[in-house]
């Protein structure tokens, strides 16, 4: 399987802040990295495929960087509604594996 | 818009078998791969496996000895059975669908698969 790290496991920043979250792949996997945003109680929600399109309907101060076994997904200008959960995923290969997920809180 | 509902029972015994139906709205089932996913409570996304429109498979190996996903197209629903529960398999469990995304490179389109529709999820405590 290929494993997925990210860090900061959790990270506090205040509304207009800017933060970039890293996620790391085990071995080589292009540019076959999502990103998944979710609320509490709520499913999650795409954000950024393919390690940089962002989906349709999703701000652009979300943005995605990297390839081959390293990716970072930046949020710039933080807003209120942006305090969740952040998941990275590889789509290179089956099993799928989800990165351990940050945490971001309001500070 | 394509809309996902996953329904089945909130409790299940130990050593039982879960069951779980993801009814599609909105769109069909032959086409793309339809997949779930499970969270475990404070913990993070796991993949347990998804069945594409032909109805291959594939699992992930932590649970594919317990696990089986169908696809009713007639009914328009995907399935999820996961047997010989224990504590451990409490969870929401998300249905979702997995597509492929053309994106435009120097000289050609390159496909990339990622979850762009989730089900709202449901919860199945194991408990005697």
């Known amino acids: 399987d290929i494993q997925m790290t990210q860090s900061p496991s959790s990270l506090s920043a205040s509304v207009g802040d800017s933060v970039t979250i890293t996620c790391r792949a085990s071995q080589y996997i292009s540019n076959n990295l999502n990103w998944y945003q979710q609320k509490p109680g709520k499913a999650p929600k795409l954000l950024i495929y393919?390690?940089?399109s962002l989906q349709s309907g999703v701000p652009s101060r979300f943005s995605g960087r990297g390839s081959g076994t390293d990716f970072t997904l930046t949020i710039s200008s933080l807003q209120r509604e942006d305090f969740a959960s952040y998941y990275c995923q590889q789509s290179y290969g089956s099993p799928r594996t989800f990165g351990q997920g940050t945490s971001l809180e309001i500070k | 818009q394509v809309q996902l509902q996953e329904s089945g029972p909130g409790l299940v015994k130990p050593s039982e078998t879960l069951s779980l139906t993801c009814t599609v709205s909105g769109g069909s089932v032959s086409r793309f791969h339809w997949s779930w996913v499970r969270q475990p409570p404070g913990e993070g996304l796991q993949w347990i496996g998804y069945i594409y429109y032909t109805g291959r498979t594939t699992y992930s190996p932590s649970l594919q000895s317990r696990v089986t996903i169908s696809l009713d197209t007639s009914k328009n629903q995907f399935s999820l059975k996961l047997r010989s529960v224990t504590a451990a398999d409490t969870a929401v469990y998300y249905c979702?669908?997995?597509?492929?995304?053309?994106?435009?490179?120097?000289?050609?389109?390159?496909?990339?698969?990622?979850?762009?529709?989730w089900g709202q999820g449901t919860t199945v405590t194991v408990s005697s």
């Open positions: 979702a669908r997995e597509i492929v995304f053309s994106v435009e490179g120097s000289l050609q389109y390159y496909h990339y698969d990622a979850m762009d529709v």
């Open positions: 393919a390690a940089f």
